[in-house]
C-alpha cells in the first residue's frame, strides 16, 4: 500500500486509486477524509463526521479497537449520513498511522444512485462497477426465471387438479392394472388379463320406482346413495369401475376377503342411511331400501375400448356376468350378500367371516350349477343371531335336500323357519322338498 | 437467512430421518417443504425448524446445530459451491482466515446477506484465536459444526476451548481452534 503523502504520486494519484478513504493518526485522531467519502455522506469540506461500526458490532467508533478490528471487512456509518455506509477494511501504515480504504456496500446499479454515485465515481481497477452489472444482468435473468416458474407452477396446479378430476372418471388402479402410469400413455386395445374379485351391487326395484321420479331427484338421490356406499369400496382397497345408474360394478385385486368386508360395510351404511337423511326429496315413501350384492372370483380381461373419438376403460369377463347373476339371485333367498364357491375357496383359512351354504345353483348362462354362499355378516345383527343359530339345521336340511330325502330336508327347514321365520332361503326349499333337486 | 441455510436442515432431516420426520417438522413449525437456495427467508423460520427438530428428535439443540453445521459444509458447500470453497482457502487455517472476505464479497449475488464476522489470528501452527461476531443468538454450535465440517474437508480434525467474555473487550465469542491432521 502506498502512503497517501508520497512525494511522487501525490495525494491526487492516491485519491484516484483510493477514491473512498480516512485516515486516522497513530493516536487515533481522524485527520483525512476522501473528497469521494464527503461527496457520499455529504460533507462540508472542513466538517469531520462523528462515525459509527455497523459491523462487526453496532457501536461508536473507537480507534482503540482497531488493531483488534484488522483484518475484518468492517462497516462504518456516518452519523449524519446513516443510509449511506462504507464497507472496507482498516490497514496500519509504516508510519504508524491508520488508513481505512473502503467502497459503498452494493448490490444494484440502483444502489450507486442511492448514494449518489455515477458507475464512473467507482474505481475500474476494484471490479465493483463489472460486479453489479453482472448482478444486474443476473438478477434480469432470476426474476424471468422466477416468473417462468410461477407460470409453471400455476400449470402444474392445473394439471394436477385435470389429472384429480380424470382419475375420478377413469380410476387410477384401473390404469395400474393395464401397466399405464400416466393417462397420456393410454391406447386403444391397451389390455391386461387378471384374476380378481368382482362386486356388483344394486338397489333393488329403483328403476322401476324412479320411473315416477323427477329427473334431478334421481340423480340427488343415487348421488346421496352412492356417497353412502362407494366409500366402503375405496377403503377396502377396491374401485369402481362403473356405476350404472344405482348398480355399482366394482374390482378388488387384493384378498377377496376385502370385497366381502366391503360388502358387508356397504348393507351396513345404507341401512345407517335409511336411518338418516337417505330419503330424498321426490322419493315414494313406499320405497324400501334393499342393497343386493353379488360377489365372484375369476379371470377378467380389462383394457380400453372403443374408437378414434370416444374411449372407455371397459371389463369384459363371464366373472362379470356371473357376479351379475349372484346379485339377482339375493332377490330369490331374500340375502343381502351372496358369492360363489369360487369366491369362498380363496377366502383366508383364518379369516372371521360368517356364512352359510345355501347349495348348487343354476345361473343363466353357465353350464354347471354354481355353489353359493350367505354372508351373515352382512346381515343386521338381531337377524345374523337368529341365522348363525340356525346354521347347522339349515346345512343338515341343506343336505337331505341334496340327497332327495325329502322328508327329512321338509323337517330341518321347518325347524330353521321356527327359529327365524324371516328366512327366506329356508321357505324357498321348504317350498321345494316335494320337487326334483336338480330344477333348483 | 437464505434458503441454502434450511435446505441443509431439511437435507440432514431427510437423510437421517426420512422424509415422513421432515414433512411432520417443516409442518409443525409453519415452514415451507422446501426452500430455494437464493431466496431470503426469515431468522425465525431456521429459528422454529430447529425448535421442533429438537420436540420430534428428542435430541438437545447443540447436537443438532452442531450436526446441521457439519452438515451443510459437507452435503450443501462442497457440492454445491465447491469452486467458491476451493478459492476461498487450501487448507483449514487458510480458509477460515479468508471467511470475512468471501462472506462479504457473495453480499452482491445476496444483497440482504448477514453474515457472521470473524476475526482468525494464528497464535501458532495448529491453534488459532477466533472471534466469533454475531447479532443471532444461540448459534455458536452451529459455528462449531461448521468448523468441525471444514476440518474434515481439509482432512483436519478441529478441537475448541471457549474463552470468558470477561477475557477480551470486544462483544464476540472467543474461542480457540486447534487444528491438526486427520489421523
Not at chain 1, 55 to 73: C, D, I, Q, Y
Not at chain 1, 281 to 309: C, K, N, W, Y
Not at chain 1, 346 to 358: D, G, I, M, Q, T
Amino acid at each position: 500500500m502506498l502512503p497517501p503523502r508520497d512525494p511522487q504520486l501525490g495525494h491526487e494519484v492516491f485519491s484516484h486509486i483510493l477514491p473512498f478513504h480516512l485516515i486516522w493518526s497513530a493516536g487515533g485522531t481522524l485527520e483525512s477524509v476522501s473528497a469521494s467519502v464527503r461527496r457520499l455522506w455529504g460533507l462540508r469540506e472542513d466538517e469531520m463526521p462523528v462515525i459509527r461500526l455497523e459491523r462487526p458490532f453496532s457501536a461508536k467508533l473507537n480507534a482503540a479497537w482497531f488493531g483488534e478490528l484488522t483484518g475484518m471487512v468492517l462497516t462504518l456509518s456516518c452519523q449524519s449520513a446513516p443510509s449511506r455506509p462504507l464497507r472496507g477494511e482498516i490497514i496500519v501504515l509504516p508510519d504508524g498511522r491508520w488508513l481505512l480504504c473502503a467502497l459503498p456496500p452494493m448490490g444494484r446499479v440502483a444502489d450507486l444512485e442511492h448514494a449518489g454515485l455515477k458507475l464512473s465515481d467507482l474505481p475500474l481497477h476494484s471490479g465493483l462497477g463489472d460486479a453489479l452489472i453482472a448482478a444486474e444482468a443476473a438478477h434480469v435473468s432470476l426474476e424471468e426465471s422466477q416468473a417462468a416458474l410461477h407460470r409453471l407452477e400455476k400449470v402444474n396446479r392445473s394439471l394436477s387438479e385435470v389429472n384429480a378430476a380424470f382419475g375420478r372418471f377413469v380410476p387410477r388402479q384401473f390404469l395400474e392394472a393395464l401397466g399405464i402410469k400416466s393417462p397420456l400413455d393410454a391406447t386403444l386395445g391397451t389390455r391386461a388379463t387378471t384374476q380378481t374379485a368382482v362386486l356388483f351391487a344394486d338397489l333393488r326395484n329403483f328403476t322401476s320406482i324412479s320411473e315416477r321420479m323427477e329427473t334431478r331427484d334421481i340423480f340427488a338421490f343415487i348421488n346421496r346413495y352412492l356417497e353412502n356406499v362407494a366409500p366402503c369400496i375405496r377403503n377396502n382397497d377396491g374401485f369402481v369401475v362403473h356405476y350404472l345408474g344405482d348398480g355399482i360394478l366394482a374390482l378388488f385385486q387384493g384378498h377377496p376377503g376385502n370385497a366381502l368386508q366391503a360388502a358387508a360395510e356397504m348393507q351396513a351404511a345404507i341401512r345407517k342411511a335409511v336411518a338418516g337423511d337417505l330419503r330424498t326429496s321426490g322419493l315414494p315413501a313406499d320405497f324400501q331400501f334393499t342393497l343386493g350384492i353379488g360377489l365372484h372370483f375369476g379371470r377378467i380381461e380389462m383394457g380400453i375400448v372403443g374408437e378414434s373419438g370416444r374411449w372407455d376403460c371397459s371389463v369384459i369377463s363371464d366373472t362379470v356376468n356371473t357376479a351379475y347373476r349372484v346379485e339377482g339371485l339375493t332377490k330369490t333367498f331374500g340375502a343381502e350378500v351372496l358369492f360363489t364357491g369360487q369366491f369362498e375357496e380363496r377366502l383366508p383359512e383364518n379369516a372371521s367371516f360368517k356364512y352359510r351354504r345355501l347349495g348348487r345353483i343354476r345361473i343363466k348362462g353357465r353350464a354347471e350349477k354354481v355353489n353359493i354362499f350367505e354372508s351373515l355378516d352382512a346381515l343386521p345383527p338381531s337377524v345374523g343371531a337368529l341365522r348363525i343359530s340356525s346354521a347347522q339345521m339349515f346345512s343338515e336340511a341343506l343336505a337331505a335336500f341334496e340327497t332327495g330325502d325329502m322328508p327329512a330336508a321338509a323337517l330341518g327347514f321347518q325347524r330353521c323357519l321356527a327359529t327365524d321365520p324371516s328366512d327366506v332361503a329356508a321357505q324357498h326349499y321348504l317350498d321345494r322338498c316335494t320337487v326334483d333337486p336338480e330344477s333348483i | 437467512m437464505y434458503g441454502m441455510v434450511n435446505q441443509a436442515v431439511r437435507g440432514l432431516v431427510v437423510d437421517r430421518f426420512g422424509i415422513q420426520t421432515w414433512t411432520r417438522i417443516h409442518s409443525e413449525a409453519g415452514a415451507p417443504e422446501n426452500f430455494s437456495a437464493m431466496q431470503p427467508y426469515e431468522d425465525s423460520v431456521t429459528y422454529n425448524l430447529v425448535g421442533k427438530a429438537v420436540e420430534v428428535l428428542g435430541l438437545p439443540a447443540e447436537s443438532i446445530l452442531h450436526a446441521f453445521g457439519e452438515y451443510w459444509v459437507l452435503e450443501i458447500a462442497t457440492k454445491h459451491y465447491g469452486t467458491l470453497m476451493n478459492s476461498t482457502g487450501r487448507d483449514f487455517a487458510d480458509f477460515l482466515a479468508n471467511l470475512d472476505h468471501m462472506h462479504q464479497r457473495i453480499r452482491v449475488t445476496f444483497p440482504n446477506y448477514q453474515p457472521p464476522s470473524f476475526r482468525v489470528k494464528p497464535l501458532d501452527t495448529t491453534t488459532l484465536q477466533v472471534d466469533y461476531y454475531s447479532h443471532r443468538p444461540g448459534l455458536l454450535p452451529f459455528v462449531e459444526g461448521l468448523f468441525t465440517g471444514l476440518g474434515r474437508h481439509f482432512s483436519e480434525t478441529v478441537t475448541f476451548e471457549h474463552l470468558a467474555d470477561s477475557a477480551h473487550q470486544l462483544p464476540c465469542k472467543r474461542m480457540l481452534v486447534r487444528h491438526v491432521a486427520a489421523a
